[in-house]
């Protein structure tokens, strides 16, 4: 089993609406990232986070530590919007080269259709 | 700012042969890192470095080979190429104070062994 699984793999979306994308993991972590990779494109940071809430533009991410679960929300969703969105997360282990080792969830594909 | 430069965007290579995948960055990050993405899989860590002269496994380290002499590059050879390291490559960098630090990456490298 994965550490990080992320859902749903893939979401189909109206243009406007109201988007979430959850991640859930299964190590104690000291930091969460989401990432967003476009079709054919790199890959770019959009947060990352180790407790609370960001906002950035119309997108949000949250992070309940206890819970072990992030999510991504994006308001206002828009077509330019469409890509691979993905959550990876830093352990929190204790040997000290584990510490820069991030393991990534598998993805959710977003379409947003005009 | 150029960011993380990886060069060459696309590769092919006949099994066997060896080659070098270029990484720069002009950001003064200690850590850098390089991934592979393949279909239905996350982003999976092929070989870190926090600094110059140090460098470590990832989770997927066989068959890769890594050296990091400056602070600005982080080549990654194939010693002998194989169909199964047909895949995407990404390197990425940051600052060494993960918690709060982002990850930059490059454009990426598609790598196809016949």
């Known amino acids: 089993k994965n550490e990080v699984e992320q859902s749903p793999q893939n979401l189909t979306a109206q243009e406007g609406e109201f988007i979430t994308i959850n991640c859930s993991y299964s190590?104690?972590?000291?930091?969460l990232h989401w990432l967003q990779q476009h079709p054919g494109g790199g890959i770019v940071s959009l947060f990352m986070?180790?407790?609370g809430k960001k906002k950035h533009g119309r997108l949000i991410a949250t992070i309940n530590i206890q819970e072990k679960h992030s999510s991504l929300h994006i308001t206002a969703s828009h077509p330019r919007d469409s890509a691979v969105y993905i959550c990876?997360?830093?352990?929190?282990?204790?040997?000290?080269?584990?510490?820069?080792?991030?393991?990534f969830g598998k993805g959710t594909l977003l379409t947003v259709n005009p | 700012n150029a960011g993380v430069t990886q060069t060459p965007k696309f590769q092919v290579l006949k099994t066997g042969q060896s080659m070098t995948l270029q990484c720069a960055q002009d950001?003064?990050?200690?850590?850098m890192s390089w991934y592979r993405q393949d279909p239905g899989m996350g982003l999976r860590l092929i070989h870190y470095?926090?600094?110059?002269?140090?460098?470590d496994q990832g989770e997927v380290p066989n068959g890769y080979n890594v050296s990091r002499s400056t602070t600005e590059d982080f080549p990654l050879r194939l010693l002998s190429a194989a169909p199964s390291q047909t895949s995407v490559y990404f390197c990425?960098?940051?600052?060494?104070?993960?918690?709060?630090?982002?990850?930059?990456f490059g454009n990426g490298t598609r790598l196809t062994v016949t």
């Open positions: 990425a960098s940051s600052y060494s104070g993960f918690h709060n630090s982002p990850l930059h």
């Open positions: 190590v104690g972590i000291s930091a």
């Open positions: 986070l180790s407790s």
């Open positions: 990876a997360v830093r352990s929190s282990g204790n040997s000290g080269g584990s510490n820069y080792k991030l393991t």
């Open positions: 950001m003064n990050h200690e850590y």
């Open positions: 470095s926090v600094g110059a002269g140090i460098t």
